[in-house]
């Protein structure tokens, strides 16, 4: 009976341990994926997407874009992106980063604001302000954002910005979205130093009682 409970306390241990490296490696990803991209930039070489320019493709507008979707009726698709979001971007080299949007309704349906901040962001080297910009209903359940923060190097001067266009389509039920999105990094000149594609996975953001 003693050897058991040493087995199943060993065991116990373990599995903390396990779960603790592949938390902290999940949180070492986001850094060292930034410091290659730096790495990068300063060796003066320019990635394949980068050469290719990848965009974001719009999406077609849907013919029934003044209905509704999902399960809260008679709520506007056109604002069904509204709300804040849980994101996984799974860059090229299939790093992963976690990170929230924030999607803020407009003057009118269908656009508004977006405030984007991920682990990635104040990773060094170079750290960089939340991410900013707007967002568009396209039709049916697809929209487009685009948003961009300013970076700094490692004296904190200006360098530049990084952001995203990001293409997003949402789930039936309105909790869920994936999408596909182009990551940028941009001098002080606008010039595209480093770009990347992004497979996005997003799930609503839901508050928490006390």
Known sequence: MKSRRIFSILVLIGLVIISMT???????????????IFAQ??????SQAAQTNMAVQSHSVDAAADGHVGILAGYPKK?????????????????????TLQILPGGKDGEGSAVHASEFSLAPPSPTLPEQGSW?????TLFNASYYGYSFDEQLAPFGKIGFRHAITIGGTQ????GNAVFEVIDLNGQILFTD??????????????
């Open 41 to 46: 930039i300063a060796s003066g070489a320019r």
């Open 136 to 140: 568009e209903f396209v039709g049916g």
């Open 175 to 178: 909790e869920s979205f994936t």
């Open 197 to 210: 594609t992004c497979q996005t996975r997003g799930v609503r953001q839901h508050p928490v009682a006390p």
């Open 22 to 36: 592949a938390a902290q490696a999940q949180n070492n990803g986001a850094a060292e994926l930034k410091k290659r």
């Open 79 to 99: 604002n069904a992106l509204v709300g804040t979001w849980n994101v996984v971007l799974t860059f090229g080299d299939g790093s992963e980063v976690r990170s």
